[in-house]
């Protein structure tokens, strides 16, 4: 349903390396370096970090966040391990949770520019 997202980051290069340390688990790669935008993916870029040099800090709780499938649990505790390591804000540890329709693995983040990204995955059926 969804082709890409694009997220705010107010220093590209900085944003783009953290980036790419925390997606590199879940299978995402750098695809695309352009002046002001970065695109990130498996086979073409579905997640792009672009340049807003004047952004503002957003507030602590955005209200909306971006949901990034995982292999697996190891991936996500491994995004999340390099999403603090790049200076990121702890918004919910990774552990099982309950969705309005399963159980999934997941852990939340905020990144240094108040953008909330969640890594998931979903146990497989025994």
């Known amino acids: 349903m969804i082709d890409h997202v694009s997220i705010a980051v107010s220093d590209l290069a900085a944003s783009a390396q953290l980036y790419e340390r925390m997606l590199a688990p879940l ?3 750098r695809l695309v370096t352009r002046e002001g935008t970065v695109g990130f993916g498996k086979r073409y870029p579905e997640f ?6 004047d952004l503002a800090p957003g507030p602590a709780h955005p209200g909306t966040h971006i949901c990034l499938r995982a292999p697996d649990e190891a ?4 995004f999340f391990a390099a999403a603090l390591e790049g200076g990121c804000t702890e918004d919910g540890a990774p552990g099982p949770r309950q969705g309005a329709m399963t159980v999934y693995y997941g ?3 905020l990144d240094r520019d108040g953008n909330k990204i969640e890594a998931v995955t979903f146990p ?3």
């Not at 792009?48 to 040099?53: F, G, S, V």
Request: cysteine-free; glycine content about 6%; charged content about 15%.
């Open 27 to 29: 299978g995402l790669v």
């Open 107 to 109: 852990a939340f983040i």
């Open 48 to 53: 792009w970090l672009n340049l807003r040099a």
């Open 75 to 78: 991936a996500v505790r491994a």
């Open 124 to 126: 497989r059926s025994a």
